[in-house]
């Protein structure tokens, strides 16, 4: 495999990647098991900051996946893994809110269910306060 053709979440020496190269790329939780992949990233307009990664986890062939909004600063590249490590648990993901568009209550302009959803995760608000 040339460096250009590196599967995704595999290091190319190269400090920065396409934001379709990180799609499909793997999550790992703190112990080192497959946790789930990136399904797709969500972009801060103004600042051009990634905000979000959605993961996907569980089922087969992503058939009867499960989709929850992670904070990207939960996210912590692994060259080793080729993937991501977090300290997000299984049993965090079953019990976090939902927050995607495929729910009838998607809507990404509702500061109090970002403030949900970042507090959950314990992670700062990206906006500032």
């Known amino acids: 495999m040339t460096q250009t053709d590196a599967a995704p979440g595999v290091t190319t020496g190269k400090p920065l990647i396409e934001s379709d190269r990180v799609e499909g790329t793997a999550v ?6 497959h946790l789930g992949s990136i399904k797709r990233l969500m972009i801060e307009k103004i600042s051009g900051k990634v905000t979000y990664a ?3 986890f569980g089922g087969f062939l992503g058939i009867g996946a499960d989709e929850h909004t ?3 600063s939960k996210l912590t590249y692994d060259t080793g893994l080729g993937g991501y490590c977090t300290d997000i648990t299984e049993e965090q993901l079953r019990g976090a809110p939902s927050f995607y568009r495929e729910r009838d209550d998607y809507d990404w302009t509702d500061r109090d269910r970002e ?3 970042l507090d ?3 992670a700062p608000y990206y906006w500032g306060i």
Do not use: A, C, K
């Not at 790992?28 to 098991?33: A, I």
């Open 54 to 56: 959605v993961m996907s």
């Open 120 to 122: 959950y995760w314990g």
């Open 28 to 33: 790992y939780d703190p112990t080192g098991d």
């Open 115 to 117: 403030r949900e959803l």
């Open 70 to 72: 992670i904070p990207w």
